[in-house]
Structures are given as C-alpha cells and as structure tokens.
Nanobody
Framework: QVQLVESGGGLVQAGGSLRLSCAAS????????MGWFRQAPGKEREFVAA????????YYADSVKGRFTISRDNANNTVYRQMNSQKPEDTAVYYC????????????????WGQGAQVTVSS
C-alpha cells in the first residue's frame, strides 16, 4: 500500500530555515505529483506547495511564495520542502500527499497522506 512518511520537523527560531522530507513507498513515485499541506492549531488544513512528477512544474500558496521551495528526488522516492525566513505563523503540522492533476495544473485532488511532521517556529 501507499505509505508517506514525513521527517525533519522540529523547533526553529523565527528567521531560520528547516527542511522537511517525505519518503514514499508503494507507488510509482517518479510518475506521481506531490504536494505539501499544513494545519495550524485550531485552523483548517491548507495547501502549501505542489510539484509535478518530473519536478518541472511547481505551485505555491501566496503565503509561502519566495520562502518555501518544493523539490523532489525521484531516485530516492523523496519530496522535500525547504523553508526559509520562517515566521511564527508557519507553526503547524506539515503533511505530504500524492496529487492528481490530469491535463491541467495545479493539482485538483490529493489522495494519499502522510502522518504529518510538527514544525514550531519560536519568536
């Protein structure tokens, strides 16, 4: 079955950087688009970023443009989310997910989800 496992979360000071990883198994990773979401305490889960299966196309939420970078390593079945210039409002549980996008972009559906990784940004 499809498994997504996030890692790399933790505590970081405001202005700092952190990279999350998501290791995938049970799927043909190199032909699967991927995305990142986050959920802050008391808030709904929100979209962060997406990347196409070859990494040619990306898409970001306005709140993270210029600070977050999504990338992937198809040889190692891993997608990454680099966070720079972090703010306390970036504190959330971050989830990776598989994405479907058909002939368009960005993805319209996310199917399989990881368990999430906590990121806490202190002020």
């Amino acid at each position: 079955q499809v498994q997504l496992v996030e890692s790399g979360g933790g505590l970081v000071q405001a202005g700092g950087s952190l990279r999350l990883s998501c290791a995938a198994s049970g799927l043909t990773f190199s032909s699967t688009a991927m995305g990142w979401f986050r959920q802050a305490p008391g808030k709904e889960r929100e979209f962060v970023a997406a990347i196409s299966w070859m990494g040619v196309r990306t898409y970001y939420a306005d709140s993270v443009k210029g600070r977050f970078t999504i990338s992937r390593d198809n040889a190692n079945n891993t997608v990454y989310r680099q966070m720079n210039s972090q703010k306390p409002e970036d504190t959330a549980v971050y989830y990776c997910a598989t994405a479907s996008y058909g002939k368009g972009w960005p993805p319209y559906r996310y199917d399989y989800w990881g368990q999430g990784a906590q990121v806490t940004v202190s002020s």
